[in-house]
């Protein structure tokens, strides 16, 4: 079969359709060897809460850029001047974006307290890393009570690859085995052609049915259509979370989901 070319799409040009109005933090980066992809903040709410969280924490959900290993994006803060520290208001503001969930695939019930929309990238070295470290855990914490979305925004500018790997999921949800081949691709860094065919092999598809799928390139006008949003809401880092309409940038550790969620089900945030 041959080799899937990708929609390659500049994201640093890019500007968010709602303007700034508070400092910008940098957030986890993408992969700090492969060229920075940072994330613009765009009028998410300005704290969580005023008590409660440590500052460290605090600041990670807060502004869309807190990085709990320390760690920055040098060219990025070249680009925007220094990084400062965001004002404590004496009422906190909380934004809730409306992202749709229509038609990507999801795990846990429909009527689930708890939704949290993911964005991300197969190739994307952080991502992996979310759903190594924090995924399972998240979910055992709260059984029941979260709906998981996967949606696409394959960053093909640094991860040649990504794009292919999210129409090999797509096109095992044919078969009935999305969330099976999602987790062959995060598991294993390993991707491209043959890769797709041998997890295909693995997962007893019909690999006629799905190599057809590949080569038509069935799904590239819906996964272009998941990233195209998210760059319009001011997306500029994978992995992206949503918690119910609240943002959570970067790998985050559980006890960073776990705070937001625990004051969504207790109902303290607006």
């Excluded at 040649?160 to 062959?184: I, L, R, T, V």
């Amino acid at each position: 079969m041959p080799n899937m070319p990708t929609r390659t799409k500049s994201y640093k040009e890019e500007e968010p359709a709602i303007e700034q109005d508070f400092p910008e933090y940098e957030e986890e980066p993408v992969a700090q060897q492969e060229g920075t992809f940072t994330f613009k903040v765009t009028h998410f709410y300005a704290i969580i809460t005023v008590f409660a969280f440590a500052a460290g924490v605090l600041l990670g959900y807060v502004a869309w850029g807190f990085n709990p290993a320390g760690q920055s994006s040098t060219s990025a803060a070249q680009n925007r001047g220094p990084v400062v520290e965001a004002p404590v208001n004496d009422s906190p503001q909380f934004v809730r974006y409306d992202v749709p969930i229509d038609g990507a695939y999801s795990l846990g019930p429909q009527d689930a307290p708890i939704t949290i929309v993911e964005f991300s990238d197969y190739q994307c070295p952080y991502c992996r890393r979310w759903h190594d470290e924090v995924y399972q855990p998240l979910l055992a914490a709260y059984p029941g009570k979260i709906r998981l979305v996967y949606r696409h925004l394959p960053l093909t500018s640094i991860h040649p690859d990504a794009f292919s790997a999210a129409e090999a999921a797509m096109c095992a949800g044919e078969q009935n085995a999305y969330w099976q081949y999602h987790e062959k691709l995060f598991g294993n860094t390993a991707l491209g052609t043959g890769v797709y065919m041998q997890y295909a092999q693995e997962l007893k598809l019909n690999v006629q049915s799905f190599e057809t799928c590949m080569t038509e390139r069935k799904y590239e006008e819906a996964i272009q259509s998941d990233s195209d949003f998210a760059v319009n809401l001011g997306v500029r880092s994978t992995p992206t979370f949503f918690i119910n309409g609240l943002a959570i940038v970067g790998a985050q550790p559980l006890n960073v989901f776990k705070e937001v969620i625990d004051k969504e089900l207790a109902g303290e945030i607006p």
